[in-house]
């Protein structure tokens, strides 16, 4: 069964980090990008990032450029959501989401919410 699961959400200050984890043990990642959305109470979800099948490309949310980065570890099949200088209406739920593309290693993501598989998501919550 394909199964995502995300963890290393909590509470911190605005302005601090946190480094968001998405385990996808049954994932082929040449045939998948992995999303990362968030979704804050009374919004609707929205992409932050995704990383291509290739693991070459990525794309964010103009939102949190320069703040978050994307990457994955292929060998532990998991993808990381690094946030830095975090800021209040950063607080949501995320989520991690799997995109499955018949052609292996893709240079592109997208970020449209019309990802084939979700986790449960983590809360995120930036508070002074």
């Known amino acids: 069964q394909l199964q995502l699961v995300e963890s290393g959400g909590g509470s911190v200050q605005p302005g601090g980090s946190l480094r968001l984890s998405c385990a996808a043990p049954g994932f082929s990642f040449d045939r998948h990008f992995i999303g990362w959305f968030r979704q804050a109470p009374g919004k609707e979800r929205e992409g932050v990032s995704c990383i291509s099948s290739s693991g070459l490309s990525t794309k964010y949310a103009d939102s949190v450029k320069g703040r978050f980065t994307i990457s994955r570890d292929s060998a532990k099949k998991t993808v990381y959501l690094q946030m830095n200088n975090l800021k209040p209406e950063d607080t949501a739920v995320y989520y991690c989401?799997?995109?499955?593309?018949?052609?292996?290693?893709?240079?592109?993501?997208?970020?449209?919410?019309?990802?084939?598989?979700w986790g449960q998501g983590t809360q995120v919550t930036v508070s002074a």
């Open positions: 989401a799997a995109y499955f593309y018949e052609v292996y290693g893709t240079m592109w993501c997208h970020l449209k919410a019309d990802y084939d598989y």
